[in-house]
């Protein structure tokens, strides 16, 4: 099947973006966001609704209940699942309606109705779906590193929710030079590792390479002492994953000369779940194996003090100000402006050869899937841990 890029951002069900996102878990939701009561969630285009019953079973099923379409969102949690506050029809994890009070021959109607809903596993605090088409049978989820404890500790951030597009974001980790020029006053420009490596008058170079998870950036500078390359992934797991190597160094302001002697303690992944073509949400983990037992608390400290400053002229009503000096801030502008990949005109240069390679990667993986084949990364390989690693390596490589 013949694919553009206009296919990408386009996630409902039957659409060929939305068939290849559809075979991977993705994460829909966090433990720690799950209290006793329903949740309403879209997932690819799909309206939801995610619950933990009476026994602590979790369930994602359909939100408009399979009898006249009233929101489960608003149902009674009950020990054997939820109940629809309407008439009372009460379905299990499964979707599978077990109960309708008002009906005489309850037992063999209900027994022919079918409700929406997929299977879920939790993983490290993170809650993972399977929305796709072999419901008895999906592909392993994968022990992704930081959700897998190995002898470190463990974060899970608020979860986040963006009103544009997940593939802008996502593919924003493919280019690199955004983070010189974009962020260059802000963490990345602070005198630490930032301006060391990221400096906008001397930056590094890069190149995109494809791994076996998807891709990673790699970019590298000569050693300030000659001694070897200074080498810093970012790096992108199919289908909507990023992992970032340098955190502990450009937001936790570690001292650049452990990187150089010692790489990073740090994984700070990002799992993007698109709701729908125009939003989407994310979960970050970040997990550190160093000395500092505080390192959160400490990194959450040096995180606030990344607030933009707020200089708007008194005539300046644009509603994204202020945005600089905010790492995340600034992304929301840059990113969430854009128009849909495929709707928008653009002229891509040399500079854009990662996210020239990142489309071409996902546009194979969409067309693999409509016409039958396992897409790229469906099932990754662990390491002699057992854990699933997307490298983003940061440190000191000799040199070649
Ligand atoms: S709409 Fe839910 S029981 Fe009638
Ligand atoms: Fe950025």
Redesign the pocket.
Known sequence: MSITNADIPRVGPGTPGGEWLRRYWMAVGAIDELYDIPQAVKVLGEELVLFRDGEGRIGLIGEHCAHRGASLEYGDIENAGIRCPYHGWLFDVNGKCLEQPSEVNGKSFCAKVRHVSYPVRELGGLIFAYMGPDQDNPPPLPNYSPLIDHGGIRQIEPTRHFDYNWFNFYE?SADPV??WI??GTSAYGDQTWGDRFFSADDPPSFEPVETPYGMKIVMSKPAVDGDGIVVDEMSLGFPSILQVGDTEFVHGKEDPQKLVNKGSDFEHFMFLTPNDDDNFMMFTVDYYTGPDDNFFQHLKEMRKREIPEDDRKPYDKRPLMPFRGN?RA??IVTQGTQKLLGERREHLGTSDRGVIMLRKMVRNAISDTADGKEPKAMVLEENAEGLVKLDSFVGVRPNI
């Open positions: 924003n955004h983070v974009l962020h790492v600034e992304d």
